[in-house]
């Protein structure tokens, strides 16, 4: 027997993860039964958090067939031949000892070995992708079979077969695209743990070697540098993180090599979740509760701190996967007391501060792959738990209207200038150009953070610069600044987007009011919290005429603000022209804010706001506390 196999029956103890399920994860196990009550009956529903593509309506398909499409969208087809529901006979086994789930299993393993006979990269049921994760599944359902010895020698034998030939097709059709790809990490992931699993019975040695030069070269390709995926989306890092992540709780001798990498990768999970548990629905993404996926990965990579505020919560299959000591460990960790946690990830641009009440998100980074969306100065906020300003979501990725508006900067929180968004769109997977980042920055200082972007628009008939300021301060202040500079006469838009489950009525949302010159008026938009769901929500909007520049800010701060504009001068008593200076107060706080947009080229360099001396860029005075706080020279 391979080391690894038996290692492998070691580890894993049944009995103890029936024991923590009944005891722990009752309810979720009541999902999982519903689950299996539905395919025992040849009824689909892709529903679990991390599917690709989710469908939450119910589909029966008698007899079966495997090319079967419902929807109008062949992504449903990708997702049945993926398989990755049929784990769940096996939690069913664990629980309850039905071998009826076993039968159930065995059948549509071989029945689809039975019907797919020839793989094609175009096909409804071979698409590497889906292959990739096909053979993965079923090496975590071999191994789990073999080890409660529920598998005949010859039905293994059988297979095995199909896993060679799957590995196989997946290393001739592999294209050079992939190295950049979450499609090649998913493909050379199994191809790596099914040779260290079964290497004995098949003839995989060329795959193994093609496997483990690519996979390191895609690591080094795709992941960046802050330990965020290239690919500007965070369903598709959470889904490379989780198939590096199941490589080592397969094979734990492999850890070693990609822990930091895993500390990375699970760090920005953890600072693209929200207040309410859940990622953003930020480029070809869903909105997904993550406190399992970030529990898991505690207890794999020994990271009590990626628990922070969380309930810890882990998924009913990785728990079988765990093995007997991370059980115990699991067993041993506790809820941890909210920790303010603010990080800037200089290689994808994107900007996360958070704590127990607020979360700010801001993006300003370069194009990912196609799944990336025209979100350049973007921002998403969150507040007592509540997401207030969002990101609209992915919905399809069919060639439809609502797939590209979605896309468009046109659902996003942020700038457009004459009707016209800074990027086209020339389809699902496409731009004929896109916004030009230039930077990204985030200073923090004494509880005051300042984030400061900026993207040139690619359209050939509207050059402009776009620069955005967001100044937060923890007394819950938030002050938006746009910079908007092209030459002639033009109009721009300023829009955020609203969560559906908030409203906007006199100036306030919730507990927050918002500041502006110019009024804001409530417009209908559609979002998509998850794929193939639509939903109606609202955007505020506001529109103002400007020549060569646009000076603008938007002031959200908590309803007991009381919020003053102030001049700004020289100390030779001239006046700072595009300047903006305020007082939030209220009665635990008095601060004053300045914001300058060019520096001061003619006269005495210091400022004074209402009585007090200022010089800089970016500065907050504490009145109360007389302390300056200085965020840009």
């Known amino acids: 027997m391979k080391e690894e196999r038996r290692q492998f029956f070691e580890r894993i103890d049944g009995n103890q993860c029936r024991d923590y399920i009944l005891s722990h994860c009752s309810k979720d196990y009541e999902k999982v039964k519903s689950s299996l009550e539905r395919l025992m009956d040849n009824r689909f529903m892709f529903d679990s958090p991390w599917d690709m593509e989710p469908c939450s309506k119910i589909h029966q398909i008698q007899p079966m067939v495997w090319d079967q499409v419902f929807e109008d969208d062949p992504e449903w087809a990708y997702m049945l031949n993926r398989q990755e529901y049929l784990l769940q006979f096996m939690i069913g086994y664990v629980v309850e000892g039905d071998k009826d789930y076993i039968q159930k299993c065995k059948f549509f393993l071989f029945d689809w070995i039975e019907q797919v006979r020839e793989f094609s990269p175009q096909s409804l049921m071979t698409r590497t992708l889906d292959t990739g994760i096909r053979?993965?599944?079923?090496?975590?359902?071999?191994?789990?079979?073999?080890?409660?010895?529920?598998?005949?020698?010859?039905e293994l034998e059988k297979i095995l077969v199909s896993l060679e030939k799957q590995i196989d097709f997946m290393k001739s059709y592999y294209r050079a695209k992939y190295t950049l790809s979450n499609w090649g990490i998913l493909q050379t992931i199994p191809m790596l743990?099914?040779?260290?699993?079964?290497?004995?019975?098949?003839?995989?040695?060329?795959?193994?070697?093609?496997?483990?030069?690519?996979?390191k070269q895609q690591i080094e390709t795709q992941i960046l540098g802050d330990g965020s995926q290239f690919e500007q989306s965070i369903l598709y890092h959470v889904e490379v993180y989780k198939a590096l992540l199941d490589l080592c709780l397969l094979l734990p001798d492999l850890q070693d090599s990609y822990q930091e990498l895993l500390e990375k990768m699970a760090t920005y999970i953890q600072m693209m979740t929200g207040l309410d548990g859940r990622t953003l629905a930020f480029g070809d993404s869903d909105s997904t509760e993550t406190t399992e996926m970030l529990?898991?990965?505690a207890v794999v990579l020994n990271q009590e701190d990626l628990l922070n505020g969380l309930d810890v919560k882990v998924d009913l299959l990785s728990l079988l996967f765990l093995g007997r000591e991370?059980?115990?460990r699991l067993q041993e960790f506790e809820k941890r007391a909210w920790q303010p946690k603010s990080m800037i990830f200089e290689d994808s641009g994107h900007v996360c501060i958070k704590d127990e009440h607020r979360y700010l998100f801001f993006k300003n980074g370069p194009l990912g792959s196609a799944h990336s969306h025209s979100d350049e100065n973007s921002f998403c906020l969150q507040y007592q738990g509540q997401p207030i300003f969002i990101d609209a979501g992915r919905y399809s990725y069919r060639e439809i209207y609502e797939r590209y508006l979605l896309k468009s900067a046109w659902s996003h929180s942020t700038c457009i200038v004459d009707g016209k968004a800074p990027e086209r769109i020339t389809g699902s997977w496409e731009y004929e150009?896109?916004?030009?980042?230039?930077?990204?920055?985030?200073?923090?200082?004494?509880?005051?953070?300042y984030i400061e972007?900026?993207?040139?628009?690619?359209?050939?008939?509207?050059?402009?610069?776009?620069?955005?300021?967001?100044?937060?301060?923890?007394?819950?202040?938030?002050?938006?600044?746009?910079?908007?500079?092209?030459?002639?006469?033009?109009?721009?838009?300023?829009?955020?987007?609203?969560?559906?489950?908030?409203?906007?009525?006199?100036?306030?949302?919730?507990?927050?009011?918002l500041w502006s010159e110019v009024d804001f008026d409530l417009e209908d938009t559609i979002i998509s919290p998850k794929y193939n769901e639509l939903e109606r929500s609202s955007k505020l909007t506001k529109r103002q005429f400007f020549e060569n520049q646009m000076l603008d800010y938007t002031i959200i701060a908590h309803e007991s603000f009381e919020i003053i504009r102030h001049s700004v001068?020289?100390?030779?008593?001239?006046?700072?022209?595009?300047?903006?200076?305020?007082?939030?107060?209220?009665?635990?706080?008095?601060?004053?804010?300045?914001?300058?947009?060019?520096d001061i080229g003619v006269g005495e360099k210091l400022c004074l706001v209402d009585g007090t001396k200022m010089r800089g860029k970016c500065l907050v005075y504490d009145k109360i506390n007389e302390r300056m706080i200085r965020l840009q020279c």
């Not at 053979?135 to 073999?146: A, I």
């Not at 743990?193 to 996979?215: C, G, T, V, W």
């Not at 022209?577 to 804010?593: G, M, P, R, S, W």
């Open 193 to 215: 743990a099914i040779y260290h699993f079964f290497s004995d019975k098949m003839n995989l040695e060329e795959a193994y070697h093609f496997a483990s030069k690519e996979l």
């Open 569 to 598: 001068y020289q100390t030779d008593d001239r006046e700072v022209e595009n300047a903006l200076a305020f007082e939030v107060k209220n009665d635990e706080t008095d601060k004053l804010i300045l914001l300058l947009s060019e």
């Open 326 to 328: 991370k059980v115990k």
């Open 295 to 297: 529990s898991l990965s």
């Open 433 to 449: 150009y896109y916004p030009h980042s230039l930077f990204c920055h985030h200073k923090e200082r004494e509880g005051v953070h």
């Open 453 to 513: 972007g900026a993207y040139w628009s690619a359209e050939p008939d509207l050059p402009y610069l776009h620069k955005r300021k967001i100044l937060m301060l923890v007394e819950d202040v938030w002050l938006l600044v746009d910079d908007i500079r092209c030459q002639g006469q033009h109009e721009a838009l300023t829009q955020f987007i609203l969560d559906k489950d908030v409203t906007y009525q006199d100036g306030k949302i919730n507990q927050l009011r």
């Open 135 to 154: 053979s993965f599944t079923w090496l975590k359902l071999l191994l789990l079979l073999l080890k409660f010895d529920l598998l005949e020698e010859k």
